[in-house]
Nanobody
Framework: QVQLVESGGGLVQAGGSLRLSCAASGRTFSGWSMGWFRQAPGKEGKEREF???????????YYPDSVKGRFTVSRDNAKNTVYLQMNSLKPEDTAVYFC????????????????WGQGTQVTVSS
């Protein structure tokens, strides 16, 4: 069974940085893609917002305009871990951040992912 465990969230001032980690276990992830999504306060009824995605094999990445140039997704194959480096954080980045996994190519839509972590809170103060 695939398990994803996020860590690294916390409270940071605007302009600061955080690095989130997602430890993946339960299988080999060759041929899979990993995604990062977030859910802001008061938006629990809406689909999770796409933040970043990476192809496990070749490391290609994709970002929405809202985080492009500020966030970087990477993976460590030996550790089965995916990272999200977040720089120049803004108060509007405040959300619970989720790691997700899916078979095949990366995707920007949350419902296309098969497995999810429990989430980690990121709070950016102004």
């Amino acid at each position: 069974q695939v398990q994803l465990v996020e860590s690294g969230g916390g409270l940071v001032q605007a302009g600061g940085s955080l690095r989130l980690s997602c430890a993946a276990s339960g299988r080999t992830f060759s041929g899979w893609s990993m995604g990062w999504f977030r859910q802001a306060p008061g938006k629990e009824g809406k689909e999770r917002e796409f933040v970043a995605t990476i192809n496990w094999n070749i490391g290609s990445t994709y970002y929405p305009d809202s985080v492009k140039g500020r966030f970087t997704v990477s993976r460590d194959n030996a550790k089965n871990t995916v990272y999200l480096q977040m720089n120049s954080l803004k108060p509007e980045d405040t959300a619970v951040y989720f790691c997700a996994a899916r078979r095949g190519s990366y995707h920007s839509v949350a419902r296309e992912y098969d497995y999810w972590g429990q989430g980690t809170q990121v709070t950016v103060s102004s």
